[in-house]
Structures are given as structure tokens and as C-alpha cells.
């Protein structure tokens, strides 16, 4: 009753030795409570193993780590374990008859004893001397009666070694040849745990004072001793190490020393403020503070450990082993708090472990994962020439450029991705990179304005007449197919972004009729059958909210009929409303105060945009562009007369400035410093010089 009784108080005493863990605890520890992140996209109906014998088998021997708890280290998980209930086991057996070495000497068993043996009975102090109790405070939330008998069973062991105590304050006083009293506290430490518990300074490590009689595990042949923030366990086979709260709960999930996990291999291994690892027979306990605790073993730890362990580009788990639907797999989820990109790590009994992580795992995650058209991974992800990646899956690859593009003010990034059934290499662009396989290219390369231009270029008959593109989606964004786009949606059904329906031309110019679906998270676009080669087919994607009006960069019904009737130079302009936008962003840096309706900023961009089409194509496809521009965004009568007068004065620009790109955006940026300023559309007149702009507000 009286061990229950204390167990009860161990959290008061986590408390009051709070004072005392700060003075070793490294000042901006990282405290508990903060909310968990999510482990990115989650896979439906995942079931964990009730009883895994051994994760991912077959299992991996796992070599102990460098102890560093006799260092005096307060390890990271003792500051997240402050507040928690301290595990509690039924199984308690007082280790009267365990010895811990195979040399011990009978007195062990006499120390041991003690634990059994009233107060009472105990040695009484010598006549007329006072109990420690009454001379000093009593430290760590003990009461006088334990505080006595502490000091008792000190007499009791001095006894038994025949040799005199020595107090020495609240460190290690009565010792026996196998037991230790640590006053206050009325509990006997023996053997290799009291040897541990020395080396890691006694009361004064982290462990704090015994809280507990030494038990014997249920196996027969460990033993325990608990304390106010930990336990420190012993096997023969392992020896002694310490468990904190923190990892000691996670433990007892999985049956303590009896179940996978085994005995502890090593004490805590800390990774700054980050987290932390403690070894076991079976597997490793990793701890992050957003994430918590989760268990790596087998095949799966292997893989994990050559992939760099928690330093690595997986980060820490966040969750056990799990099996998918299919019951045939297991498989670790991770995540890299750096770099706040997913991952996992597969494994199968066919393939072996292999991780999918970054825009392949957002790619792969919203297709289905393993349940997906590509199955499981058959061999880790590999670079191409440092610009790409791919990775092969049981029924395809899948290819990635490195560039993303975002969505919306939220921060997120959206990946594209490539399936494909024969291999591709890779080529460096600026701001992009192209794919060449056999008889086609793939190019993305974004452009000025941040969005993502997708070309594919079919050369030869045998080329493929269908692409596809798998989009990255974050847990809960979708995706939606209309006439014109495929809309992302945010998990609220906010409208965060676009990609736009391909356009595609055949060798002789003329428009190539495209089908274009949408299935979950894969994009396939069929070219038809046009004889005539090379067939060119181009989208875009687009970010929302436009900081320029919509149809700058997601072509409207009247814009898509221009380039309908002139793909080729349609394609050719492509970049110019973007490459506009930049110019009249470098003039006015201030363009957010500003705004960019009618004013300076506008001006400046019509010029810039008429000019661009007028260089890369020819005036009449400028023409057209811009009056399908303004029948597309009609504005009132003032504002129609500034941008068609602008809009004049861009096409002239680029007639001047035919050969000479960087004198289009020296020109309009002067004229809109020149600008003149209206407020009728008598004001605005007729162009007839084409060397000016006009605005009506600053």
C-alpha cells in the first residue's frame, strides 16, 4: 500500500524538482503541449497490428547507441514529459532473490531485504543523536517518516559492509557492496542500476530521487527501479539504461519488456531541440515535439537509417508501423519539420522498403498511394542530373521536374509530376527543366510571373498521342475539370488556382482537337491522330488571386478564339502578359499601395503587353490579342479609352523595338514616368503619335 501511495504523489514531486531540472535543462527547450501537426495525406481505413511479432520483418539488429546520460544531460524528453502521469505497471515483484551480477555475495540479498523489513525493526539512531529530518529541510517532497526511515535503513546497511555512514548531503549516503540509500527517500537502489543511477549523479541527474523498491520483470530475469521522472531498467544482456516518462509511456503501449520492443539497448539520445531517440532490442522510439513518440523497426529501420535517420531528408516518424487496406505491406509515415515536406517509407514482402517522399509522395499520395494504378515502390527515388527525380513503382514511374508552383495566399505549393512506362532523361532549362523520351519532349518552365508553363512536343508517329500529368495535391484540396480549366479548391472550396486547357497545333499550324480529363488527381490529354508532325500542345498553370486582372494569364473565350486562329504565334506569346506584369512591377515596387487599375502601373503594362505580342508574333495578332483583352474585361467608357490609347502606343513600341527586348521595358517604363494624366475621354484624344501613355489616377 505504501508503494501505491507514493506512486500517487509522483506527480507533485515531478513539481518540485522542477527548480532543481532547470538549472541543468538548456535554456529555449522546446516546452510540451504544442498542438500535433498533421502527417500529411491520410491513407483511408489503415489498421496498426494488434501484435506485430516483429515490423517490416525480417527484424535488424540494432547496435547500442553512445550513452550519453552519464554526462549530466538533461535528455529533450524529460522537459516534454513535465505534467505527464507516470506509467504505472501492476506487475510488481520485489527483487529479493535477483542478482545482477554473476559474483554477488549473499549480503545483496540481506540489502534487499531491507525493503520488506517495518520501520520499526529498523536500526535506531544512536542515543541522543537527532534524526537528519529535524536538522535539515527535507528536499523532493518526502515526508519526515520516509525521510527517517531513509536514514535507518542507512545504519541497517552500514551494518552489513561493517563500516561507518559519512553523510554527504542529499547525494549517495548508507552504501552497501550492492545497495544504496539516497536519503530522503526510503528506497534501496542495488547493483547495476545503482552503478547507472552514480554514474548519472544520482538525485541530482534528471532521474531525481528513488521512487520505488527494485521489482522483477515478469520475464524472470530484468529488474526495474523506478524514480520521480524515469525508470531505469536492467537485463543481462542489455544492462541498465534509463527511460523517461515520455518514452516509457509509448513502451507500455507495445507490452513493455515483454512485447517487440524488448529491453532498452541505450539510454536517450538527444538531437538538440528538435527531438530525440532511445534504442530498444526490438526497434527505436523517435521523439519530435510536434509529432510525439512512434516506433521503427525492422526492414523498415534499415532503410530509415541509411536514409540518414531523423537528420535525414525523411525527418522523424509520425507514426508506428501500420499495414495498408491491402494487409500485405507495412509502412512508417514521416515528416520533415525543416523542410515541411511528407514521406514514407514502403515496404513489401517482394520489393523490400523503399521511401517516397517530397512532390513524388504528394504525386503518388493523391493517386491512392499503393492502391493507386503504381502500386508499391520497387527501388528508392532517384536525381536526375540534380534538376529532376523519378521513381519506379510496381506498374510505372513516375517522373518530377523540380519546380512547383502556388496556390492561393496560404502558403501551399502545388507539384506536377509525369507517369510514364518507358524511360526519359533530363535537361536543365532556366527556371525549369524538359523531359525527352522516345520521339517526344515535356518542358516546364515557369515563367516571369511565377506560373508554370507545360509544353509537350510530339515529334515522331510512334511518340505517345496521349500525356499525363499528376498533380500534387495537399491532404484535402481537390480538383475540378470545366470547359476552359481544372480549378484546385482548398479544403474549404476556395478557388486557390488553375491549369489551363492545353492548346495544340500539328506541323502546318492548324488547331489539333484535344480531349482533355480529369481522373482523381491525373490530368490526360489525348493529341488525336493528326499526320501532320511535330505536334505541339501547351497550358499553363495559374495562381489566384491574380494580382492583375484574370485574363492576363488564364485566357478568356474571346482571348482562346484569337489563338485558335493563330496557335503557333499564340504560343509565341505566351510569356508576354507575365513578362508586362514584371516590367510594370520594377517601376513601381510600391505597386500593392498603389494598386493597378487605371493608374501609372496599368499604363505602363499595356504598353509593355502590346509590345511583347508585337515583337514575339506580329501588330495584327497584337491587335487582336488586346481587343479581345478589353472586349473580355469591359470597363467604362474612360478607363476603355485610356488602355485602347496605351495599347497603341505598345504596339508602336514594339514595331520600334523590334530586335531589342530590354528597349520595350526602358521605353514604357519612361513613358510612365511621362505619363499624362486624364480625367474625360476628351482628355484622352486620339493617339497620334504613339510615343506616350495616359492614366487617370495616381
Not at 166 to 183: L, N, R
Not at 354 to 373: K, L, M, N, R, T
Request: charged fraction near 20%; charge should be negative; hydrophobic fraction near 35%.
Amino acid at each position: 500500500m505504501a508503494v501505491r501511495n507514493r506512486a500517487r504523489r509522483s506527480k507533485t514531486r515531478i513539481a518540485q524538482v522542477a527548480a532543481l531540472m532547470c538549472v541543468v535543462i538548456a535554456a529555449g527547450s522546446v516546452a510540451a503541449g504544442a498542438d500535433p501537426v498533421e502527417p500529411g495525406p491520410v491513407q483511408p481505413t489503415i489498421q496498426v497490428p494488434e501484435a506485430p511479432a516483429t515490423p517490416s520483418t525480417p527484424a535488424v539488429p540494432t547496435e547500442p547507441e553512445p550513452d550519453t546520460s552519464d554526462k549530466g544531460q538533461v535528455p529533450p524528453s524529460v522537459v516534454a514529459s513535465q505534467g505527464m502521469a507516470f506509467p504505472q505497471r501492476q506487475d510488481n515483484t520485489l527483487a529479493s532473490k535477483i542478482e545482477h551480477e554473476p559474483d554477488s555475495a549473499p549480503e545483496k540479498g540481506r540489502e534487499r531485504a531491507l525493503e520488506n523489513i517495518p520501520t520499526e525493526r529498523l536500526r535506531s539512531l544512536p542515543r541522543g543523536q537527532k534524526p537528519r529530518s529535524e536538522i535539515q529541510e527535507i528536499p523532493g517532497g518526502f515526508s519526515k517518516a520516509e525521510a527517517d526511515r531513509a536514514e535507518r535503513l542507512e545504519l541497517e546497511l552500514a551494518a552489513i559492509d561493517e563500516t561507518p555512514r559519512s553523510p554527504s548531503g542529499i547525494q549517495a549516503t548508507g552504501s552497501g557492496p550492492g545497495c544504496q540509500v539516497y536519503w530522503p527517500s526510503p528506497h534501496l537502489v542495488c547493483g547495476a542500476i545503482k552503478d547507472k543511477y552514480n554514474a548519472m549523479g544520482g538525485p541530482g541527474s534528471w532521474l531525481s530521487w528513488p521512487n520505488s523498491p527494485e521489482y522483477v520483470n515478469p520475464d524472470g530475469i530484468g529488474a526495474r527501479s523506478q524514480f520521480l521522472n524515469g525508470s531505469i531498467y536492467w537485463s543481462p544482456s542489455t544492462g541498465a539504461h534509463p527511460v523517461s516518462i515520455l518514452y516509457m509511456t509509448k513502451w507500455e503501449q507495445f507490452g513493455w519488456e515483454t512485447g517487440w520492443l524488448g529491453y532498452p539497448t541505450a539510454s536517450e539520445i538527444g538531437h538538440g531541440p528538435l527531438g530525440s531517440q532511445q534504442e530498444f532490442q526490438g526497434a527505436g522510439l523517435f521523439w519530435s515535439q510536434p509529432a510525439g513518440v512512434y516506433a521503427v523497426g525492422g526492414a523498415i529501420r534499415a532503410k530509415y537509417d541509411a536514409a540518414g535517420g531523423p537528420g535525414g531528408f525523411l525527418g522523424y516518424p509520425t507514426s508506428d508501423e501500420l499495414t495498408p487496406p491491402d494487409g500485405v505491406g507495412r509502412f512508417n509515415t514521416f515528416k520533415n519539420h525543416l523542410t515541411n515536406l511528407n514521406g514514407s517509407i514502403y515496404w513489401h514482402p517482394q520489393h523490400g522498403a523503399h521511401p517516397v517522399s517530397g512532390p513524388i509522395f504528394a504525386q503518388w499520395a493523391s493517386a491512392g498511394y499503393e492502391a493507386s494504378q503504381f502500386g508499391y515502390p520497387t527501388a528508392d527515388q532517384m536525381n536526375l542530373e540534380g534538376i529532376a527525380a523519378e521513381q519506379q513503382f510496381q506498374n510505372s514511374k513516375i517522373y518530377t521536374p523540380g519546380v512547383s508552383f502556388p496556390v492561393g495566399q496560404s502558403g501551399v505549393s502545388l507539384t506536377l509530376g509525369v507517369p510514364s512506362a518507358g524511360p526519359m532523361s533530363a535537361a536543365a532549362l532556366p527556371d525549369g527543366v524538359r523531359f525527352s523520351g522516345a520521339g517526344f519532349e515535356m518542358t516546364f518552365q515557369k515563367n516571369s510571373g511565377g506560373n508554370l508553363n507545360i509544353d509537350y512536343l510530339r515529334t515522331t508517329s510512334q511518340a505517345p498521342s496521349e500525356f499525363k500529368l499528376l498533380v500534387g495535391l495537399p491532404a484535402g484540396y481537390s480538383a475540378t475539370i470545366d470547359a476552359y480549366d481544372i480549378s484546385v479548391k482548398s479544403p474549404g472550396g476556395t478557388l486557390v488556382g488553375k491549369i489551363t486547357l492545353p492548346m495544340s497545333f500539328d506541323g502546318s499550324g492548324q488547331e489539333v482537337s484535344t480531349f482533355t480529363s480529369l481522373q482523381g488527381n491525373q490530368v490526360s490529354v489525348n493529341l488525336g491522330s493528326s499526320p501532320s508532325l511535330p505536334i505541339r500542345s501547351f497550358l499553363r498553370t495559374a495562381d489566384l488571386p491574380y494580382p492583375a486582372p484574370a485574363g492576363y494569364e488564364n485566357l478568356s473565350p474571346q482571348e482562346r478564339q484569337v489563338c485558335r486562329d493563330d496557335l503557333p504565334e499564340c504560343w509565341n506569346v505566351r510569356n508576354a502578359a507575365s513578362d508586362a506584369q514584371q516590367v510594370s512591377y520594377r517601376e513601381y515596387p510600391d505597386w500593392r499601395t498603389r494598386g493597378e487599375q487605371d493608374n501609372r502601373v496599368d499604363a505602363v503594362r499595356h504598353c509593355a503587353w502590346l509590345a511583347y505580342m508585337t515583337q514575339r508574333a506580329d501588330e495584327d495578332f497584337a491587335r487582336r490579342m488586346g481587343n479581345a483583352h478589353e472586349l473580355a474585361t469591359p470597363n467604362a467608357p474612360l478607363a476603355a479609352a485610356m488602355d485602347e490609347y496605351n495599347n497603341e502606343t505598345g504596339v508602336h513600341v514594339g514595331l520600334r523595338e523590334e530586335h531589342s527586348e530590354t528597349g520595350i521595358e526602358i521605353t514604357c517604363r519612361e513613358y510612365g514616368r511621362e505619363a499624362r494624366q486624364v480625367s474625360s475621354v476628351t482628355d484622352v484624344g486620339t493617339n497620334v503619335y504613339k510615343n506616350d501613355l495616359v492614366f487617370i489616377h495616381e
